[in-house]
């Protein structure tokens, strides 16, 4: 039984991490004038390069209605384009617009520098654990066992 109260406590400590970290980049995200999810569909659009709506929508967990309005707004910004499959009409692809990419790697730069700047306040030892915990967490999230 200790081991899953242990388990409790991890879940909810990460849920409240998480929820930390996502109102850390928010303000990110707000200074470029994008939400969260926009900032989402950007972050796998840098590293997918170009993407069916229905394949966000499974990277994302959300509806593809959701994310075609979320892809809507970007592409009124400028920031993404969508094109037509020539082979299939009903098939719609997404990527970075080639103005964006510019202001994307900006926008990659400031979420590291971000992150850097809260762990800056930790002390070596406090980073050590950080770290330690964050590999560990990996392993398990892979799968793997030690």
Do not use: W, Y
């Not at 950007?42 to 990277?59: D, V």
């Not at 654990?129 to 030690?146: D, M, P, R, S, T």
Request: charged fraction near 30%; glycine fraction near 6%.
């Amino acid at each position: 039984m200790e081991n899953s109260n242990d388990s409790a406590k991890v879940a909810k400590l990460f849920r409240e991490v998480m929820h930390l970290f996502k109102q850390s980049m928010s303000k990110v995200f707000e200074d470029i004038g994008i939400t969260a999810p926009q900032g989402m569909v950007i972050g796998i659009l840098s590293k997918e390069k170009t993407l069916k709506i229905t394949e966000l929508s499974t990277k994302l967990s959300l509806s593809n209605s959701t994310v075609s309005g979320i892809v809507d707004r970007l592409e009124k910004q400028g920031m993404v384009i969508r094109k037509r499959s020539e082979q299939d009409k009903r098939v719609v692809f997404v990527s970075i617009s080639s103005d964006f990419k510019e202001m994307n790697q900006n926008f990659h730069q400031r979420i590291e520098e971000k992150i850097e700047d809260v762990m800056s306040k930790g002390t070596p030892e406090e980073l050590a654990k950080a770290f330690e915990g964050l590999e560990a967490l990996k392993k398990l999230l892979n799968g793997c066992e030690e």
